[in-house]
């Protein structure tokens, strides 16, 4: 799962081990223990599937209700009912306005960060590491109390770049230390040649170091993309206009307007709204390759 | 060299992002270049009160038709009342998105006039001729603290016992019924129950999540109807400790023990007000609700339409506690329209109002909203009262009405209000506690020398 | 995918090449950090400072004290450590990071990635994948499948019906049970993939040599498994109890904190004495006390574990 772990080329030496390893685990176990986990896994793979199938199943049945059913006649009117530019097609735009804000600022802000925690020795460098890690673990979802009272002194309510600023702000502790992570893990060599041409430290940043981690700066972009995308708490305390308010809101907005008599609704809704960061998902499992240890649950 | 540019492009994009921050207030409010100006009206939308986004939307093509250059901007805020005026109170939280024009309920307005959200509208109301077609107490009902003036009335309305007569039928109760007491409700919903028992005998709101409505067409519905009131108006003080006020929570308790109210996952839902009116009733599934004048609207036209409401349900005035003159009570309330202390086009947003609020409008929606009309040329229109047939019995309630206690307190205090409520159909405190709670938290917020006991 | 340092220890493509004493310092040591701090000193600095001052006045949302609030100095913390909706918020907080997170993410977490390896592959791989698309969904979709999920007339009870169990209103009656349920469903993947990625650093050897000397598979695991990843197994508990202490929308969907207060944990009522009952001061001093809690847990963690930094 290590996400800091070195997904670049350069890493295969420290890849390749871990792959030696899970080879050997992989050797057969004895039958009885095998039947138990099957009767395990089953189990809890059924009880994780079943609001899942709620959601699939109620999105093509015009019919649903909060019971899960298959639909006696499928229809695709669920989603072509919601799938109007007030409904869905503006929200999800703004939703994709934020998380591409959000995560390019949270990158190209990391990656400068990043660059100078890697590579030099300075004084105060540790101190702003535990600082960052301090931070991550800081529950920044219970403040929005404050936050709004700030926002109310910055004259930023309602504002999609203040909001965009926030949650870069907020995600910036984890994608600093994973952008860190992965750039120490491209070696100083090949920019120390650089320098010795005379290159800039920027130059040889985006030169060298930055295409050499290239499937790093992905996953942190797709991570906080990702998270950004599913934020409710934050947009639903700082944006008010139905045409700044992005999909996780207007989802809220329909569940509590509509959402006891049009679940078919709602579900297909949700899925119009889910779907995409599903797909980046998988996208992060193909960027990280094998030696992204999250693949292992996916593809086996 | 390949890098280089995207380097570039982040720095752009950051830039771009900085300044952005400065200029996106330009949404509201009017723009300086060629004296456009934008009104932005900010109003509560359901699917079962569509009736004043209908209006407002008449108004708006009407108003940008006769003003060039002037945009409304209307900003429906969909949820159900309680997140509304949460959802309110947070965008007047900061003169950029504060609205210009607010949907605003009489209770909150001089809670909101005292925090400076509301502009005094008196010197506009002077030149506007329509204003003495408005009765003397619907003027009142838009006063702040101060005496000046925060709020156009649109309308008003009473409460009282809405009933399915095909289900009094089968439950052998009178078709023209009419409690003389609490205990008649209570018998009646018990013979519902008992007879009839796939119905839910009886709804009087609860929930916290049902906000105002608990307040008011639930709690203040039962304790206007005892000895005790709120708020001691001769002292200015609120009432604490008394025994109405534990008898009301009382009755609470009993409906919703005795499993005479609705199940508590929809008693509890913030849909709980649309689902009586566009389901519970429509469907024959609820026999008695204590409710609002403005539910026949929804029946008469619109999505909800319910052609035979006017064969099944029966109206009762609400009984006081023990049949105790005058017999019967009732609340009141009602809306208003008023304009945003940081409106940077004041004169334009309460231009809009007269639009919205002119005869024409008024009579639009007060007839389909059911309301009680405030203004006299509506009021006398025989269309008006030819239009819905409840409308009579409704408008005989204001002999026996109340209104809330018109302080700016009151908000906070109706929310504690709707705890103690909710208690009881949980089941989670007794009468006596909830009560005391209560008073704990009245205290608190007006402090002890603005209460006195009951 | 909150993960810092589950591996800090890691080994890194680098080698112990000195840093390069920088030519021009200033420039180019701390120009680059500048963008990071600025926004992270208003945005993240900012509300923390707005808390600690916020909860000293008595702001209101509406009302005379919205537009002139009084600094009352420590009253709003003197009123809530008097309050015993504070406390029973505090006990269902407790109760819910504890059952959700500590116990029912990091066990069943841990009984995926176990029985994961003894798995038939396609199965791990559908059972792995319906666990992640859980995690991965946005929260607030994840909320409403498990709100239809615990609905009275939901799945649940339609399945429980089957074995002829009475109808339950488990989010009226049980709420506290329903919202932690739900915790778990959305959060496990993040401890399974931890565990996955834990498990295999395990060289097999060890324990096929606990094996040949006749240790059960129990045994093996709590003697010989289990302290090697005990690092792993911190760090989770602690990454995963602090993202729990956090979770709004998830109750707040499926609940809304009620009934009553009876499923408010600190952020749903700190948001409700805000915004439902006007009172930012007091709500503020609620996200201040968590706040607090939350860097307490994260100075412990930080000083417990030592995660490396360079």
Redesign the interface.
Known sequence: ??????V?P??E??VAP?RR??A??A?P?RAP??W???A???L??V??????A??LL?AFDPAA????KIPEDATFDNFSSVFTVDQTLRPLWNSTVISLGTAV?TV???V??A???S????RF??S???GI??????????????????FV?LNLLDSVPGTI??M???S???A???TKNFM??????LE?AA?VDGAS?MRALVRIVLPLMRPGIAVVFI?VF??A?????VPFVLLYSPEHQPA?VA??NF?GTYGSVA?GK??AF?IL??TP??VL?LLVQKLSGGSF??A????? | MRGKPALGILGVV?LTALAGCSDDGSSSGDDASGGATTVKVAYQKTTAFHQLDDMLQKAKTEFEAAHKGITIDLQPIEAEQ?QYF?KL??M??SDKTAPDVIYEDTF?IR??A????LLPIDEYLGKWEDWGQFYENAKQAGLGDDGKTYGVSMGTDTRALFYNKDIFAKAGLPADWQPKSWDDVLAAARAVKEKVPDVTPLNVYA???AGEATTMQGFEMLLYGTADTLYDTDQSKWVVGSQGFKDSLGFLETIYKDKLAP???QA?D?SIGSRVSTELLPQGKLAIALDGSWLPGGWISGENAWPEWDKTMGFAKMPTQNGDAPGATSMSGGWTLAVGSHAKNPQAAFDFITTALNKENTFKYDTENSQIAVRKDVAEDPAYTAYNPSFEFFSSLVDVTHFRPAT??Y??IS??IQ?AA??M??G?QSPEDAAKAYDTAVK?IVGDDKTTTG | ???????PR??????T??????RRGFG???L??V???A??I???A???G??LY?SLTN?????????NPDFIGFDNYT?LFASPDFWKSVWLTVLFVGASAVIGQNV?GM??AL????????????????????W???????A??????F?????L??VLGWFGIDET?W??SFPMFAVIVANI?RGT??S???Y??A???V??EISEAAEIDGAG?VQRFFRITLPMIRRSISTNL??TT??T?????LI??MT?G???T?SST??VL??QE???????GY??A???V??AV??I???V??KALK?E??
């Open positions: 799962m290590s996400l800091v772990k070195n670049t350069a890493a030496a420290v871990t390893q899970r050997a685990l050797s176990r223990s095998r138990i986990s099957t395990a896994l089953v809890i793979g009880a994780f599937l079943v609001p899942l709620w959601i109620s209700t909060v019971g899960i600022i190209a802000v990391s400068l960060a660059y100078p925690l590579r030099y020795q300075m460098r540790r702003f590491l535990y890690l301090f931070a991550t673990c800081l529950p920044i979802t219970a403040m929005m109390v404050p936050v709004y009272s700030l002194y600023f926030f870069a702000a907020t910036l502790p984890m600093i230390w994973m120490d893990s491209v070696p100083i060599s120390e320098w430290a991570f990702t998270m995308w599913g934020n409710f708490f996780a989802i809220f569940f679940y709602l579900a949700s709204y889910a960061v599903l998902y240890a999250m292992g649950a996916v593809k086996g | 950051a309680d949460t109170a947070l007047n939280g909150q809670s909101d005292a925090a400076g959200y929930g916290k999540a199940p508590l996952d509890l913030a700016p307190d908000s906070q929310s504690n705890v909710e208690a159909a949980t989670q608190g | 995918m909150v993960d810092v340092a589950l591996k890691a080994g890194r493509g680098r080698g090449t000195t840093r390069p004493r920088a180019r040591k701390v680059p950090l963008p990071a701090v926004l992270l208003v945005f993240l900012g509300p923390i707005y808390s916020g702001t209101a949302l509406t009302g005379y004290k919205a537009a009123e069943l009984l995926l029985v994961s390896r003894s798995a038939a592959k396609p199965l791990r791989a559908v059972v792995g994948g319906l666990v992640v698309t859980a991965v969904l946005p929260e607030i979709v994840a409403f499948a498990l709100y239809a999920f609905s009275t007339d939901g799945t009870n339609a209103t989010l009226i469903w993947a993040f399974m993939l931890v996955n990625a498990l295999a650093e060289p097999p598979p602690m990454l602090l993202q202490l956090g979770v709004f929308t707040w969907v809304g009620g009934p009553g009876n600190l952020p700190a948001y805000a915004f439902k009952f006007s009172q930012v709500g503020t609620i996200a201040t968590t706040l939350g860097a847990f994260s100075i963690y930080i995660p930094v360079d």
